[in-house]
């Protein structure tokens, strides 16, 4: 019989029946046999007023439902509609509670049926979609959506959706449905009827061989066919301007010659084929990544060598492979290989998989994350994490799928040929281009058996993140979620999870079981005990009387106010030894008993002496913690009381290893180009060679300054009518700052960024605009306080044309606004680092014993860089006009403020009061 499906959509006046809120349009389509057989719509009136908010957010207001029916008066038609289907809406439990409510009220049999929610469907069916929201969803499949938050627009959009589903679901293999199917009983609504439907479908005839898929042991992946491109090169670098000219406009017959992109890819070539090192300083809008792919292809296949390009950011790093790789390969006369290449745990490992479907102990988040899974696999090249869009949870399931370099040669073996990460290494193997990020290139750099060649040829753009990135990576982390997490895995002898597992190992070899008692007890002692030390944390960290926005604090081992954290800490360290010294001699035991482990068993095992791989460090990391710091290194925690315990994260890393840094990571190397709009500081890359210890090196140095005119794009505003920000308190600045965010807001008519240097300040303005309802007709969006991702926060930022945005730190660079979207930038302070802030604190110190001035050496010049970053989001192409408000009067009336103006290009700066700097931007953008 063919399964009827009706798709519902509800207007209403809340989001609560029970409180009294009434459905104010309803919308259904009918669908029989994958094809829209009716549609049914009205508006209906709530029997009360319909609020500003609703109004704004659907269209309907009180005037649109004044002359419409009752819900009793259309709860007969609306029942019928629902008789005999099964129930599919967007967010399915909202809708049909809803209904229920109305139908029950009016006196009708609530509904039965099965339901189906496409939310949870498009999770499994498009696991690599952005956002599961219906807009997000109908935007990216091209399905016609004209009215959002109108039900009759979002009901047969909805319908749209479910029939493309449907259709995708019915291309899949009959072993993936049956996969799906077996997981589908742990989801929320009815999505084992529609698999159920279409095996049946299936299975009535013949399957058809896909060519787009291969079968590898019961699991259907994309196939990919190996590139066999020509090896012969012989093309020569084009050391003539006009050749290169000629190429750009082969691929873009509107390119204008910039002089500086030019020589830019002479230098790197050169510096290249001269085996020497190169600082560039490229402006914004000198095209600085084709002024280093394009040589840098060049001499990867004259030389057949690979070239690195490494970043700081995923954003550039995704700029490059899906922007201007493309452009690349239409400009150059050869072809080429680039690819990503990225540390071993952000690909999934399909032994690890393959072992976890067939477990049964699923969860929803699981088996959600299963179910994408095995969807992404018949679709994914790369087995790339970041491709996929897990839920939290999903994530926390993906720790236990991703690869690694402990799993058993015995275990990975029957899957090495369709291993991820090795089909990454052999990719990159035969690569001209790699590109990957700081932090795994410097990872790779110091281990065992390196995937990058020891005397390379290296990019690294975004270098002036490069100091940031190696201390992170020579440093150490200790948090509370990545324990318990770790802990959770391991269980207690009476849950299912490893240590259970491990005591059936012990048992199946006839061993006692007494020693998996006191590993039990001791994991119960430390689990305890771990959360009082987190507590004990807090509980300090709360006497600060710091807000809860996140801050920093000063962490050194043997402080009188440390000195309990640091007893619980001893005991911890104790237990975890004893642990490991029992868990040890078990699997020692364990092995000796010379029995063949089957392949389960064999993962147990592995599992286990994994675990303690990682107890180990944690032990180490605790003991240096709170008893043997390192007097090279500085600790601090940092620490959002918002979050309670789990907001506390201890962290370590090197004061000042600039020449250590060098020595580590770079030294071999044949090449290497450091690139980045802002590396100098006062005209000279001296901070720069300081901060990356290369001040006695002979490197070459080039400054490429952008070739926007922004005498006639920007203007700097400086209001003279706000006091100096050190003779007034953080409360009252805050104020004064709101009142001229709000008059520039206003003026600008939204598109506007705020930029802070401490999120207590963000946080403290935000709330004050946000009571104090000047700006309700704008959308704010405020980093950390709003929620969501910087990246969708700056996605969601641009899609609204009454939008403010709110960042800290990291929105201080890597964000590419172009147009109209950023027409007005605010720098509430001046970039310098708090003088508490515990890194650039030690940092300091060490300078004032060595005899420099801190300010001159350290404070400045990194405020500076900054600055000069922040000032670069404002114009990002040659058609972007913007004004800048900076409310810190110092880079006025400071004896350094001189060289913060200095240190961009030449504009117009004005110092007005608050009312002329509203008429001032208004008129500008």
């Given at each position: 019989?063919?399964?009827?499906?009706?798709?519902?959509?509800?207007?209403?006046?809340?989001?609560?029946?029970?409180?009294?809120?009434?459905?104010?349009?309803?919308?259904?389509?009918?669908?029989?046999?994958?094809?829209?057989?009716?549609?049914?719509?009205?508006?209906?009136?709530?029997?009360?007023?319909?609020?500003?908010f609703i109004e704004e957010l659907t269209g309907i207001s009180d005037e649109t439902v004044k002359d419409a029916p009752i819900f009793e008066e259309v709860a007969e038609r609306i029942a019928g509609l629902l008789e005999g289907a099964c129930f599919v809406a967007h967010n399915v439990l909202f809708d049909l509670s809803f209904l229920q409510e109305e139908l029950i009220r009016c006196g009708y049999e609530p509904f039965y049926g099965s339901t189906l929610d496409t939310v949870e469907l498009a999770k499994i069916m498009k696991p690599t979609a952005e956002g599961y929201k219906l807009q997000q969803l109908t935007k990216a499949s091209a399905l016609p959506h004209h009215r959002p938050h109108q039900a009759d627009s979002d009901a047969y959009a909805t319908a749209l959706l479910l029939l493309e589903l449907k259709k995708k679901m019915f291309n899949l293999p009959v072993m993936t449905l049956k996969q799906l199917y077996r997981l589908s009983f742990s989801l929320q609504s009815e999505i084992s009827e529609l698999l159920s439907e279409c095996i049946a479908k299936k299975l009535s005839k013949a399957e058809q061989h896909q060519e787009n898929l291969v079968t590898y042991r019961g699991i259907a992946f994309k196939k990919t066919e190996p590139k066999n491109e020509e090896l012969r090169f012989q093309n020569e670098y084009p050391n003539d301007d006009s050749e290169k000219i000629r190429m750009m406009q082969k691929a873009f017959p509107k390119f204008e010659a910039r002089s500086g992109q030019l020589q830019m890819m002479d230098l790197v070539y050169e510096s290249f084929t001269e085996g020497r090192h190169a600082m560039i300083e490229a402006g914004t809008g000198i095209g600085k990544s084709l002024g280093y792919l394009f040589?840098?292809?060049?001499?990867?296949?004259?030389?057949?060598?690979?070239?690195?390009?490494?970043?700081?950011?995923?954003?550039?790093?995704?700029?490059?492979?899906?922007?201007?790789?493309?452009?690349?390969?239409?400009?150059?006369?050869?072809?080429?290989?680039?690819?990503?290449?990225?540390?071993?745990?952000?690909?999934?490992?399909?032994?690890?998989?393959?072992?976890?479907?067939?477990?049964?102990?699923?969860?929803?988040?699981?088996?959600?994350?299963?179910?994408?899974?095995?969807?992404?696999?018949?679709?994914?090249?790369?087995?790339?994490?970041?491709?996929?869009?897990?839920?939290?949870?999903?994530?926390?399931?993906?720790?236990?799928?991703?690869?690694?370099?402990?799993?058993?040669?015995?275990?990975?073996?029957?899957?090495?040929?369709?291993?991820?990460?090795?089909?990454?290494?052999?990719?990159?193997?035969?690569?001209?281009?790699?590109?990957?990020?700081?932090?795994?290139?410097?990872?790779?750099?110091?281990?065992?058996?390196?995937?990058?060649?020891?005397?390379?040829?290296?990019?690294?753009?975004?270098?002036?993140?490069?100091?940031?990135?190696?201390?992170?990576?020579?440093?150490?982390?200790?948090?509370?979620?990545?324990?318990?997490?770790?802990?959770?895995?391991?269980?207690?002898?009476?849950?299912?999870?490893?240590?259970?597992?491990?005591?059936?190992?012990?048992?199946?070899?006839?061993?006692?079981?007494?020693?998996?008692?006191?590993?039990?007890?001791?994991?119960?002692?430390?689990?305890?005990?771990?959360?009082?030390?987190?507590?004990?944390?807090?509980?300090?960290?709360?006497?600060?009387?710091?807000?809860?926005?996140?801050?920093?604090?000063?962490?050194?081992?043997?402080?009188?106010?440390?000195?309990?954290?640091?007893?619980?800490?001893?005991?911890?360290?104790?237990?975890?030894?004893?642990?490991?010294?029992?868990?040890?001699?078990?699997?020692?035991?364990?092995?000796?008993?010379?029995?063949?482990?089957?392949?389960?068993?064999?993962?147990?095992?592995?599992?286990?002496?994994?675990?303690?791989?990682?107890?180990?460090?944690?032990?180490?990391?605790?003991?240096?913690?709170?008893?043997?710091?390192?007097?090279?290194?500085?600790?601090?925690?940092?620490?959002?009381?918002?979050?309670?315990?789990?907001?506390?994260?201890?962290?370590?890393?090197?004061?000042?290893?600039?020449?250590?840094?060098?020595?580590?990571?770079?030294?071999?190397?044949?090449?290497?180009?450091?690139?980045?709009?802002?590396?100098?500081?006062?005209?000279?890359?001296?901070?720069?060679?300081?901060?990356?210890?290369?001040?006695?090196?002979?490197?070459?140095?080039?400054?490429?300054?952008?070739?926007?005119?922004?005498?006639?794009?920007?203007?700097?505003?400086?209001?003279?009518?706000?006091?100096?920000?050190?003779?007034?308190?953080?409360?009252?600045?805050?104020?004064?700052?709101?009142?001229?965010?709000?008059?520039?807001?206003?003026?600008?008519?939204?598109?506007?960024?705020?930029?802070?240097?401490?999120?207590?300040?963000?946080?403290?303005?935000?709330?004050?605009?946000?009571?104090?309802?000047?700006?309700?007709?704008?959308?704010?969006?405020?980093?950390?306080?709003?929620?969501?991702?910087?990246?969708?926060?700056?996605?969601?930022?641009?899609?609204?044309?009454?939008?403010?945005?709110?960042?800290?730190?990291?929105?201080?660079?890597?964000?590419?606004?172009?147009?109209?979207?950023?027409?007005?930038?605010?720098?509430?302070?001046?970039?310098?680092?708090?003088?508490?802030?515990?890194?650039?604190?030690?940092?300091?110190?060490?300078?004032?014993?060595?005899?420099?001035?801190?300010?001159?050496?350290?404070?400045?010049?990194?405020?500076?860089?900054?600055?000069?970053?922040?000032?670069?989001?404002?114009?990002?192409?040659?058609?972007?006009?913007?004004?800048?408000?900076?409310?810190?009067?110092?880079?006025?009336?400071?004896?350094?403020?001189?060289?913060?103006?200095?240190?961009?290009?030449?504009?117009?700066?004005?110092?007005?009061?608050?009312?002329?700097?509203?008429?001032?931007?208004?008129?500008?953008?």
């Amino acid at each position: 019989m063919t399964q009827k499906y009706i798709v519902i959509d509800l207007e209403t006046t809340g989001n609560s029946p029970k409180k009294g809120d009434r459905i104010i349009q309803f919308a259904g389509v009918v669908i029989e046999n994958d094809e829209i057989v009716e549609e049914y719509s009205t508006y209906i009136h709530p029997g009360q007023e319909i609020s500003v908010f609703i109004e704004e957010l659907t269209g309907i207001s009180d005037e649109t439902v004044k002359d419409a029916p009752i819900f009793e008066e259309v709860a007969e038609r609306i029942a019928g509609l629902l008789e005999g289907a099964c129930f599919v809406a967007h967010n399915v439990l909202f809708d049909l509670s809803f209904l229920q409510e109305e139908l029950i009220r009016c006196g009708y049999e609530p509904f039965y049926g099965s339901t189906l929610d496409t939310v949870e469907l498009a999770k499994i069916m498009k696991p690599t979609a952005e956002g599961y929201k219906l807009q997000q969803l109908t935007k990216a499949s091209a399905l016609p959506h004209h009215r959002p938050h109108q039900a009759d627009s979002d009901a047969y959009a909805t319908a749209l959706l479910l029939l493309e589903l449907k259709k995708k679901m019915f291309n899949l293999p009959v072993m993936t449905l049956k996969q799906l199917y077996r997981l589908s009983f742990s989801l929320q609504s009815e999505i084992s009827e529609l698999l159920s439907e279409c095996i049946a479908k299936k299975l009535s005839k013949a399957e058809q061989h896909q060519e787009n898929l291969v079968t590898y042991r019961g699991i259907a992946f994309k196939k990919t066919e190996p590139k066999n491109e020509e090896l012969r090169f012989q093309n020569e670098y084009p050391n003539d301007d006009s050749e290169k000219i000629r190429m750009m406009q082969k691929a873009f017959p509107k390119f204008e010659a910039r002089s500086g992109q030019l020589q830019m890819m002479d230098l790197v070539y050169e510096s290249f084929t001269e085996g020497r090192h190169a600082m560039i300083e490229a402006g914004t809008g000198i095209g600085k990544s084709l002024g280093y792919l394009f040589p840098a292809a060049y001499f990867a296949k004259k030389h057949q060598t690979p070239a690195i390009i490494s970043t700081y950011t995923l954003q550039l790093q995704d700029q490059l492979l899906n922007k201007e790789i493309p452009k690349l390969k239409e400009i150059l006369p050869f072809p080429f290989q680039a690819v990503l290449l990225k540390g071993r745990n952000n690909y999934l490992s399909m032994a690890k998989f393959e072992r976890a479907l067939r477990g049964k102990e699923d969860n929803y988040e699981t088996a959600m994350a299963k179910m994408q899974i095995l969807i992404w696999l018949t679709e994914t090249e790369t087995g790339d994490r970041d491709e996929l869009n897990l839920s939290s949870g999903g994530q926390l399931f993906w720790e236990r799928l991703q690869s690694d370099g402990l799993t058993y040669e015995g275990l990975k073996k029957p899957w090495m040929v369709m291993d991820f990460f090795e089909k990454a290494k052999r990719t990159a193997a035969n690569a001209d281009l790699i590109i990957t990020n700081h932090a795994f290139l410097m990872a790779d750099f110091v281990n065992q058996d390196p995937l990058f060649p020891k005397h390379g040829y290296i990019v690294l753009d975004e270098a002036h993140n490069l100091a940031k990135a190696a201390s992170k990576q020579l440093g150490r982390r200790l948090d509370y979620i990545t324990v318990k997490t770790l802990m959770n895995r391991l269980g207690h002898s009476e849950q299912k999870l490893l240590l259970y597992r491990f005591g059936k190992l012990l048992r199946g070899a006839g061993l006692s079981s007494v020693l998996l008692e006191k590993l039990d007890s001791r994991l119960n002692d430390f689990s305890y005990e771990f959360d009082q030390l987190f507590f004990t944390l807090g509980s300090q960290l709360e006497q600060s009387g710091r807000t809860a926005a996140p801050a920093r604090f000063s962490f050194k081992a043997g402080e009188a106010r440390w000195k309990t954290a640091g007893l619980i800490a001893e005991r911890l360290i104790a237990l975890l030894a004893g642990f490991l010294n029992d868990a040890g001699a078990v699997l020692g035991q364990l092995k000796e008993a010379n029995q063949e482990f089957g392949k389960n068993a064999l993962f147990d095992l592995n599992d286990m002496e994994i675990t303690l791989f990682e107890l180990e460090r944690l032990k180490d990391s605790m003991s240096e913690f709170f008893l043997r710091p390192k007097k090279d290194n500085i600790y601090w925690i940092d620490y959002a009381s918002s979050s309670s315990i789990q907001g506390i994260s201890l962290m370590e890393q090197p004061i000042a290893g600039s020449k250590e840094i060098w020595e580590a990571f770079f030294a071999p190397q044949h090449s290497i180009i450091m690139t980045s709009a802002t590396l100098r500081v006062k005209q000279s890359f001296e901070y720069f060679k300081r901060e990356m210890g290369i001040e006695d090196h002979s490197v070459k140095s080039a400054c490429f300054p952008s070739p926007f005119t922004y005498s006639d794009q920007a203007k700097i505003l400086v209001p003279s009518d706000i006091p100096d920000i050190q003779s007034v308190s953080m409360e009252e600045y805050s104020e004064l700052a709101a009142n001229h965010i709000i008059a520039a807001v206003q003026a600008a008519k939204g598109r506007t960024m705020i930029l802070f240097t401490s999120y207590e300040m963000l946080k403290n303005t935000y709330s004050i605009i946000k009571e104090s309802g000047a700006l309700d007709e704008y959308t704010l969006f405020a980093h950390g306080v709003s929620g969501g991702s910087k990246h969708r926060m700056l996605r969601n930022f641009q899609l609204f044309d009454k939008a403010v945005l709110f960042g800290t730190t990291s929105l201080w660079e890597g964000v590419d606004i172009p147009g109209e979207d950023l027409s007005c930038l605010i720098m509430a302070r001046l970039p310098f680092s708090p003088p508490d802030e515990p890194v650039h604190a030690a940092k300091r110190e060490l300078l004032e014993e060595q005899g420099k001035n801190a300010f001159s050496a350290l404070s400045l010049p990194e405020a500076i860089l900054r600055f000069r970053q922040g000032f670069g989001r404002l114009i990002r192409t040659s058609e972007d006009r913007g004004v800048m408000v900076i409310l810190d009067r110092r880079v006025m009336s400071a004896r350094y403020g001189a060289e913060f103006r200095n240190s961009i290009p030449k504009v117009e700066w004005r110092q007005l009061s608050i009312a002329e700097m509203s008429n001032e931007i208004e008129q500008w953008v």
